[in-house]
């Protein structure tokens, strides 16, 4: 991630809108704001969700509320809790998400 020729700014997240995405069970919803090449999302995943796809790309997220239940493919899991994050670099170990309870995180990719 590079980021540059981005100005000062602030993001009031109430105001971003929220979008939908289905999971293989349960809901995805996220707040975007774009800076170049960099994506930062807000995203809340319903109670019982997980994705419907294993990711590839790279992520730094931080558990705000709730717990994520990370799983790489080659079967090692990670519980995250408020305060707990992690980062994994673009095609570097394919991951995949889901939540008993449901989770709120930051995500910058």
Known sequence: MNIS???FGITEWPGVERTGHPGQTGMAWWQTRQFGAVRVRMV???AGYLADHWCSKGHILLCLDGQLDTELADGRTFVLTPGV???????AEAHRSST????KLFIVD
Do not use: C, K, M, T
């Open 5 to 7: 020729d981005i100005p």
């Open 44 to 46: 809340e995943y319903s």
């Open 85 to 91: 994050s992690y980062q994994v670099a673009d095609h």
């Open 100 to 103: 008993r309870l449901g989770a």
